[in-house]
């Protein structure tokens, strides 16, 4: 199987590159180049998943991949999506928990744009039903990535929940590609349960 991941050298790209690439072609769609996977500077391949860890710097970018994504895997007849949205998409931030620590608070941009990716999911849910395309998100609460003591334990505090690890989020992946998969169109938090 040939997955494309949008954004593979990142902290969540990186690690699920390194995953899939254990029993997959792995190309990486992203202006550094990654460390594990194929480079690629274009759209125009062949792939059966594509996995979306990107953050471009104009949403235009990504929602511009995202529609060439969908017109590839309607012209190829089958296939599967995996954006990436975050529990702030569906949940507001508790400002409290960044007052004196070391990371802030993320932009209302951030969260404006992981709920439209939400209902991305589903619009393109229902437009690819008839095509054998299958496309979800994973929401991922806050990923572990050398925050300080402090932080973490402010984010504890805030949701009863520990911060996620990036190996969190791949059994998510693996379920999500699996021939068998039936879910279709929803956006997964994972996230210890912390936005609940």
């Not at 699920?16 to 769609?29: F, G, M, T």
């Not at 235009?60 to 999506?81: C, M, P, Y």
């Not at 939400?118 to 991922?140: F, S």
Request: net charge negative.
């Amino acid at each position: 199987m040939t997955v494309l991941i949008a954004g593979g050298s990142g902290l969540i790209g990186s690690a699920i590159a390194r995953h899939l690439k254990k029993n997959n072609r792995v190309l990486i769609y992203d202006p550094i180049a990654p460390v594990y996977g194929d480079w690629i500077e274009d759209l125009n391949v062949e792939y059966d998943v594509f996995i979306d860890c990107s953050w471009p710097k104009k949403t235009a970018d990504q929602i511009q991949i995202w529609k060439d994504v969908v017109k590839h895997f309607k012209d190829q007849k089958r296939g599967k999506i995996i954006l990436f949205s975050s529990i702030y998409g569906h949940t507001p931030p508790d400002f409290g928990m960044y007052e004196g620590t070391e990371i802030k608070v993320k932009p209302v941009e951030y969260g404006m744009f992981k709920a439209a990716t939400d209902q991305a999911v589903r619009y393109y849910c229902e437009d690819l039903k008839l095509y054998n395309v299958q496309i979800n998100a994973i929401a991922p609460g806050g990923v572990l990535n050398k925050e300080s003591e402090l932080f973490q334990e402010e984010y504890f505090t805030s949701g009863l929940a520990k911060m996620i690890e990036t190996k969190n989020i791949l059994p998510v992946i693996d379920m999500l590609m699996h021939e068998d998969n039936a879910i279709n169109g929803l956006t997964i938090p994972v996230d210890n349960g912390w936005s609940l």
